[in-house]
């Protein structure tokens, strides 16, 4: 068999079902391959585009993505994409292609140590050098891609390697189970959390990668127990619940943070520091459960005293099991701060100014996404008052990046949800600074017939920087740009393009852009002037006089 044969074969038999990617001469023979396989093809117009798609397919299915470019710089596209995958733990693979290795006619052309580049971007990257190694390299390539903490991974195949004939099959994945938590460090868990006063859950990014929620929420029913989420654990546990107190979008000065300053036990359910922290632990008065796949990362600001370290799901479970409400529980103060949050989230929601203020326009997407709806989000200000306004009924419900926190992944990501979801409401959110650094994978949306919403936010700068600017108390200076008109840019694709014109107009479109077929891009001037008062000054005095 040819060896691209065996590993286009070794893909399938990893249940692979896509691959994302733009090909080059050095792809040719894979290329080939593919196309009498039962994966399918999705051409991109960037290679970052394809590698965003791919670590997006891994965090949606706990599947590894994989995407593919040629040598040189198909493969430099890939540096971003392969940092999101590593920092954001979703599996994701990249092959790349390469001259051949063993005789070489064009001297240096293109050539680049890729190998060497990935290493500090990846968990495993190899150049494969004899046909023989394909099942191996690719089997031992998603083992590390899958395993906790998942990441990425890549392999080079130089074109000569693709053409050698080979007689072997794919390796199969063998059958193996995540270990589980040690009975001490359940019952140490369990006798802390029975002893305190004020327990709280704190639910990370960990605990949106496996199947937790129905463990997490178990242990809610049965106890109690008021909970919080980072940015990338949101929806793992419905937010709608009374037992909700907020969202870390902030790391200090939150109503929540009165919360976990509050708390004399957290329990910390897969967190780890690649997120903004959540909280800064500064002293030893709280006592902090670590609970994950690994053990926390030595950080200044996160120490934890006690770590169970294992399946998650399985943790949470037994510990569920030996606990029972406590009656000297006192869960009053978190309800107080419960309330003054809701209250303050519903404020400016029904805000009729024009252009659209952030409080208005989560609440009105929030109203057209039903439960299962996935919005995915750019990087820029507007993902704080998603992160903090906006209530996940289920996990990876909202696709944010608060690990590399990178600008351009927010329509690739949204795409990416589509294909994994057919069925439900997606849609991309993005600023109009992120929008422009892929806005060219509207051609792939409307090639792939997607049904797809992009809510374009419209300050004609970035945003998020501005913000930092002023509340550092320097001059407004070169963060202010242009932009195209984003409905000829959209229609010039053959996508749908809107304008919002009105406050009252934003739910109606998006409701409207959601039920109808096709890709929709909606240009929505936003009005960011009140960002500083309010995420600055005003949430902060607030909390404080909790
Ligand atoms: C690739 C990349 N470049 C730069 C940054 C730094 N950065 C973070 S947010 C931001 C501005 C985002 O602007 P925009 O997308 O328009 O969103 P806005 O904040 O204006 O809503 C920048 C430059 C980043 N996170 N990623
Ligand atoms: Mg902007």
């Known amino acids: 068999m040819k060896a691209s044969d065996l590993l286009v074969k ?19 023979d ?30 949606l299915t706990g599947k590894a993505g994989v995407c593919m470019a040629t040598l040189g710089p198909g493969a430099t596209n890939f540096v971003t994409a392969a940092a999101y995958a590593q920092l954001g733990a979703m599996p994701m693979i990249m092959i790349t292609g390469q001259k051949p290795v063993k005789t070489s006619k064009q001297g240096a052309f293109q050539i680049l140590d890729i190998v ?29 891609a899958l395993e906790e903490r998942p990441g990425a991974a890549h392999l080079e195949v130089p074109e000569d390697i693709c053409e050698e004939d080979v007689d072997l099959q794919p390796l199969k994945a063998s059958s ?108 030893h008065d709280v006592e902090v459960i670590h609970m994950s796949f690994n053990t926390a990362k030595v950080d200044p600001v996160y120490f934890p005293q006690l770590e169970v370290i294992g399946d998650i799901a399985n943790a949470v479970w037994r510990m569920t099991e030996q606990l029972e409400p406590q009656d000297h529980w006192d869960f009053k103060f978190f309800e107080t701060v419960r309330d003054k949050l809701t209250a303050q989230i519903a404020e400016g929601t029904d805000d009729d100014r024009y252009p659209v203020y952030p409080q208005r326009l989560v609440k009105d997407v929030r109203d057209v996404m039903h439960d299962e709806g996935i919005i995915a989000l750019d990087n820029g200000v507007y993902k704080i008052w998603f992160a903090r306004n ?16 990178t600008m351009g992944a927010g329509l690739p990501s949204a795409m990416a949800a589509r294909f994994v979801h057919p069925d439900r409401r997606v849609m991309a959110i993005c600023g109009d600074g992120g929008f422009m650094m892929n806005s060219q994978e509207l051609e792939t949306a409307v090639r792939f017939n997607m049904n797809l919403v992009v809510l374009i936010l419209r300050d004609d700068a970035y945003g998020m920087i501005k913000w930092k600017q002023l509340n550092y108390g320097f001059e407004n200076f070169g963060l202010d740009y242009g932009n195209p008109d984003f409905v000829k840019y959209a229609e010039s694709y053959g996508a749908h393009g809107h304008r919002v014109e009105s406050a009252a107009g934003l739910k109606p479109l998006l409701e409207r852009c959601h039920s109808t077929p096709g890709v ?7 009005d960011y002037s009140e960002n500083d008062r309010i995420l600055n000054s005003e949430i902060q005095q607030r909390a404080a006089a909790i």
């Open 176 to 283: 193996v189970r995540r270990s589980i938590a040690e009975d001490k460090s359940i019952s140490a868990a369990v006798e802390k959390i029975k002893r305190a006063n004020n327990p709280l859950l704190l639910i990370g990014a960990g605990a949106n990668r496996k199947l937790t929620s129905r463990m997490l929420t178990a242990m809610v029913d049965k106890l109690g127990i008021p909970f919080c989420t980072t940015q990338m654990g949101k929806g793992v546990v419905d937010e709608t619940r009374p037992e909700f107190i907020g969202n870390t979008a902030l790391s200090a000065g939150d109503f929540v943070h009165r919360a976990i300053n509050h708390a004399d036990v957290i329990v910390n359910v897969g967190h780890d520091v690649i997120e903004k922290p959540p909280f800064f632990m500064t002293d």
């Open 30 to 59: 894979m290329l080939e391959s593919i196309r009498t396989s039962s994966i399918k093809l999705i051409l991109t117009r960037h290679e970052q585009a394809a590698g965003f798609m791919a670590a997006t397919y891994g965090r």
């Open 390 to 405: 906006y209530m996940a009924k289920h996990p990876n419900t909202v696709l944010l990046d608060n690990a590399l926190a």
């Open 10 to 28: 070794c893909l399938e038999e990893e249940g692979v079902k896509f691959i994302y990617g733009v090909p080059g001469e050095e792809n040719l």
């Open 520 to 526: 929709h891009v909606i240009d929505c001037p936003i």
């Open 116 to 144: 060497d580049m990935m290493k500090p971007l990846t968990k495993f990257t190899h150049q494969l050098v004899s046909g023989d190694n394909i099942p191996n390299k690719v089997r031992e390539a998603f083992r590390l």
